[in-house]
């Protein structure tokens, strides 16, 4: 079982790091530009892009998929190539506010799933994914 967790762990992996800028996803009504092909099963919203018809369509493994959706969803960002808050994203992802992070490990802890804990070791462990502290001014 544990070869097998070790696999899926490093397919996904290496699927991630050789997709496009995850930001040319749609999130409306649209398919993802990979065609689903790199979103993990079981889940519409984890993985680079989605699948979802709408805001509200999750996949089978719904609390993990929530998790992914409000990740994908949660603001401020810094698409990959711009620049906001005195930061530029020179990466291929968008980079996410620390906040955001945070939340998402939080609620892939609370989740507590054999899936929720390959997705949480992928994103914050194997791809060392880095994220931006943001206070806006007053």
Known sequence: ???????????FYLTIISTVDSEKRVTNNTHSVTGGLLIFPGTKWCGPGNVAQDNYDLGSDRK?????RDHDLCEPKIRSGETKYGIKNDGKTPLLSCTCDEVFSNCLKAVNSWTSQIIENIYFKLLGRKCFYYNPKK
């Open 1 to 11: 079982m544990q070869l097998f967790y070790l696999l899926t762990l490093l397919i």
């Open 64 to 68: 993990v998929d929530m998790c992914c």
